[in-house]
């Protein structure tokens, strides 16, 4: 039962440079979310889908591009890295009823140099 | 505007200790609150749910209160073990919205 799989798990980037992190739930989950944690400011949603084809801004978009082509999968794109997404990124999912907790995954360390 | 304060911020504690960890919310309309247990380098995993009718529950070690005259949470922990170094954080999910209100954590450590 892997959940929540955020792949990669860790990676350095140059200024300017552009990535692609990837989510990938096997939960059957209509909601998948994108949040970033950093120290003492605990965790900011960035974007969220509520089903495939979808997607909505969170609370810090700014920067971040997504995509949910299917229900699995929901994609999270920096077009032009910089110094201030240095952090660490958090893919969540759950099912319709809020009655059911979000599921996380394990994380991706960013740096971004 | 819809918060979630959290204390205290970091707490020490000696292993066989009980603790208890606080949550302030100020969340319209409320539909219900989490607390999540967030181990180091790990992503959050879901101790306990409350709603709006429910004023205690339990997951082992873990017993979740909730006040919603106050709007008041605490997590009670008893008899600590080492495994329970972490963060905690509450969490409160809106009514009728894809809102969801995170909460800054209290860092836990547990003392051998």
């Known amino acids: 039962n892997a959940g929540v799989t955020q792949t990669p798990k860790f990676r350095v980037l140059k200024t300017g440079q552009s990535m692609t992190l990837l989510c990938a739930q096997d939960?059957?989950?209509?909601?998948m979310y994108w949040y970033r944690q950093d120290p003492g400011m605990g965790l900011r949603l960035i974007h969220y889908s509520v089903g495939e084809g979808t997607t909505a801004k969170g609370e810090v978009p700014d920067g971040y591009n997504v995509s949910r082509l299917k229900k699995q999968n929901f994609l999270l794109g920096l077009e032009s890295a910089a110094p201030s997404q240095t952090s660490v990124y958090f893919c969540?999912?759950?099912?319709?009823?809020?009655?059911?907790?979000?599921?996380f995954g394990d994380g991706t360390r960013l740096s971004i140099l | 505007k819809n918060q979630v304060e959290q204390s205290p911020q970091s707490l020490i504690i000696l292993e066989g200790k009980n603790c208890t960890l606080q949550c302030n919310y100020t969340v319209s309309p409320f539909s219900n609150l989490r607390w999540y247990k967030q181990d180091t380098g790990r992503g959050p995993v879901s101790l306990t749910i409350m709603t709006f009718s429910e004023n205690t529950k339990s997951n082992g070690r873990y017993t979740a209160t909730l006040d919603a005259d106050t709007k008041q949470s605490s997590l009670h922990i008893t008899a600590s073990q080492l495994s329970d170094s972490a963060s905690y954080i509450c969490v409160c999910f809106l009514v009728g919205d894809d809102k969801i209100i995170f909460g800054k954590g209290t860092r836990l450590h547990i003392l051998p």
């Open positions: 969540a999912s759950r099912p319709y009823s809020t009655a059911q907790p979000q599921h």
């Open positions: 939960m059957n989950h209509e909601y």
